[in-house]
């Protein structure tokens, strides 16, 4: 449990040796601390009717099409569970180190609830690569462009309708068409114009020093990007409240560690033994 100030201060100095660029790659667990709930389990659950279902099926490109109201008030309610929530110390440290390396940082996120950004990450060097729920974008693919959800559209309740007022609000500025969530739904693929899954691949493979939070990479990109880095020799450092499948990766790597506990704790003892290492 904890960290080794030296150990932790060796895999810096390695990372960020000679102007090399740092990335980091969020999944839930730095926003469960936040008080967001994963949505795989019970709060993902929907009911229309007397129908159940999955969080696999109502985020769910098919069932948009299907019943795009019952995909919308999924994607509201939980829009309005996340915009309740506050960024934490481990966001905020994020935010800090972006502060210090400016290009030379990256932030891969998973997370969906926008909270980088309100932390303060920049759009341009926060890879989004599953969406984020504040967003909206045409369903007819008028334009790559997404939009901020109006903040005129009030945070909604589990089950609560959209009235014919809020539906004109999700509705596309440029050719009136029905907008859809600006999330990587269920059954769809990663891509570049959206969600800049080439750009986050890339970065991967041209980092020094990768830190892995909060993610024990259920899904396939997180995978592929602690490949990458470590098939380039980069450093990584796995950070996690328990130890996971990339724990092994990352002391596998040159100088790499796991280190076990709390993102909001041990990001804010990097962010401190970073600010050492780069003066
Ligand atoms: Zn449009």
């Not at 596309?172 to 990663?190: A, N």
Request: proline content about 5%; glycine content about 8%.
């Amino acid at each position: 449990m904890g960290v080794d100030p030296l150990q932790l201060k060796q895999a810096l100095e390695q990372g960020v040796r000679i102007e090399g660029r740092i990335t980091v790659l969020t999944g839930a667990g730095i926003s469960a601390e936040s008080g967001i709930p994963t949505f795989r389990g019970p709060e993902g659950y929907w009911t229309v009717g007397s129908v159940h279902y999955q969080p696999e099926q109502i985020s769910n490109y098919a069932m948009f099409c299907r019943q795009p109201s019952e995909v919308w008030k999924w994607f509201l309610y939980r829009r309005g569970v996340c915009s309740a929530a506050e960024p934490n110390p481990g966001h905020l440290a994020l935010a800090e180190m972006e502060g210090l390396l400016a290009d030379r940082f990256t932030l891969i996120t998973q997370n969906v609830d926008g909270l980088h950004l309100r932390a303060g990450n920049g759009l341009e060097r926060t890879l989004q690569i599953h969406g984020n729920l504040n967003y909206m974008r045409c369903d007819k693919s008028c334009s790559d462009e997404a939009f901020l959800i109006p903040e005129a559209l009030p945070a909604k309740g589990r089950g609560e309708e959209i009235t014919p007022t809020e539906w004109d609000l999700l509705i596309c500025p440029h050719c009136g068409s029905l907008t859809r969530p600006h999330v990587l739904l269920f059954d769809e693929c990663y891509d570049e114009t959206h969600y800049r899954f080439e750009t986050a691949l890339r970065v991967a493979a041209e980092t020094s020093l990768l830190i892995v939070v909060g993610t024990e990479g259920a899904t396939t990109l997180p995978n592929h990007i602690v490949e990458c880095a470590l098939g380039s020799g980069c450093t990584i450092i796995d950070v996690n409240v328990q130890r996971n499948r990339f724990s092994e990766s990352a002391e596998a790597s040159p100088q790499g560690l796991f280190i076990e506990g709390a993102a909001s704790v041990v990001l804010t003892q990097v962010l401190t033994q970073l600010r050492a290492v780069l003066t």
